[in-house]
């Protein structure tokens, strides 16, 4: 059956409404919205607000909707770009801190190179012409023709070094070798580990007698080794001078292989060459100071 239809109304009057209820403004909740634990409008547990600060969407002070009672102190609102202040604001600390460090660090370390105690040290650029290594020359006369050196030049080392083939009279080929390096550490001091490396070199190395030298720099300490037993045609002999000046550092080391190949059957003794390293390592580091 169909539904009768609706009889038309006036075009003049208006189609009737609903009675309107008055309208209550939103009150703000803790509640994110639509949460449906959010109490409804006009609850009397509304959160408070701040005094003369209307909520967003809210009415103008007056309306008995609009104000809460309040119910202590209300915090402080962080002002506009408050969090991104306060991230420059830290980052500026953080960039003051890290530089204190920085200078602190550099001041304990002695990061300057005008605080480096280099004693008047120069590093020149051939160790080979400068280093002195005569107390060897009575026994190995012949000079090495082509010797191999290297130097250094930098804000934080120079260094320059010096290996060599010593021949005796009518030899073919090295009969010894010697090495020679100066340090001039201008960064940072030395000493901890030139002591560590140096002092307890038989602790890392078997078979190597170490005696500390007195009269030398700072410190200096004498490692050698004679594996030869006596013998001019096996085993090998070594020796190294190791001294600390202030932040500058010297080694001058000797070693010999014997075979019965070799043609030189007379190396010289150990206890002649650790002499030789001590009068010619004073000598080298005299004129290497300006």
Same mark, same amino acid.
């Given at each position: 059956m169909s539904t009768p239809p609706h009889p038309p109304q006036p075009a003049d009057q208006p189609a009737p409404q609903p009675p309107q209820q008055p309208a209550v403004p939103p009150q703000p909740t803790a509640y994110p919205y639509p949460n449906?634990?959010?109490?409804?409008?006009?609850?009397?547990?509304?959160?408070p607000t701040l005094v003369g600060q209307p909520a967003p969407?809210?009415?103008?002070?007056g309306n008995p909707y609009a104000q809460a009672p309040q119910y202590g102190p209300v915090p402080p609102v962080a002002p506009a770009g408050g969090g991104a202040g306060r991230a420059v604001l830290w980052a500026a600390v953080g960039a003051v801190v890290a530089s204190a460090a920085w200078a602190a660090g550099v001041l304990l370390v002695g990061g300057r190179g005008d605080s480096a105690d280099l004693r008047g040290y120069s590093a020149p650029s051939n160790m080979?012409?400068?280093?002195?290594?005569?107390?060897?020359?009575?026994?190995?006369?012949?000079?090495?023709?082509?010797?191999?050196?290297?130097?250094?030049?930098? &804000?934080?080392? +120079? $260094?320059s070094y010096c290996s060599l083939g010593l021949k005796k009279p %009518? =030899? /073919?080929?090295?009969?010894?070798?010697l090495t020679m390096q100066l340090d001039l550490h201008k960064r940072t001091d030395p000493a901890p580990e030139f002591t560590a490396t140096w002092k307890n070199y038989g602790d890392?190395?078997?078979?190597?007698?170490?005696?500390?030298?007195? &009269?030398?720099? +700072? $410190?200096a300490y004498l490692v050698s080794q004679d594996t030869?037993? %006596? =013998? /001019?045609?096996?085993?090998?002999?070594?020796?190294t001078l190791a001294v600390r000046d202030g932040w500058v550092t010297y080694t001058m080391s000797y070693s010999v292989y014997l075979t019965s190949y070799d043609e030189d059957k007379d190396p010289p003794a150990l206890t002649d060459v650790t002499d030789w390293l001590k009068t010619d390592a004073k000598a080298t580091l005299r004129q290497l100071k300006d």
């Open positions: 449906p634990q959010s109490p409804p409008p006009g609850a009397f547990h509304a959160q969407g809210q009415a103008q002070p080979c012409s400068s280093a002195d290594y005569s107390s060897f020359k009575d026994e190995y006369t012949q000079n090495d023709s082509s010797p191999t050196r290297t130097s250094l030049k930098d &804000g934080a080392l +120079d $260094e %009518g =030899s /073919s080929y090295a009969d010894a070798y890392s190395h078997t078979g190597y007698d170490v005696d500390p030298v007195e &009269g030398i720099g +700072d $410190e030869s037993n %006596g =013998s /001019s045609s096996s085993g090998s002999r070594y020796a």
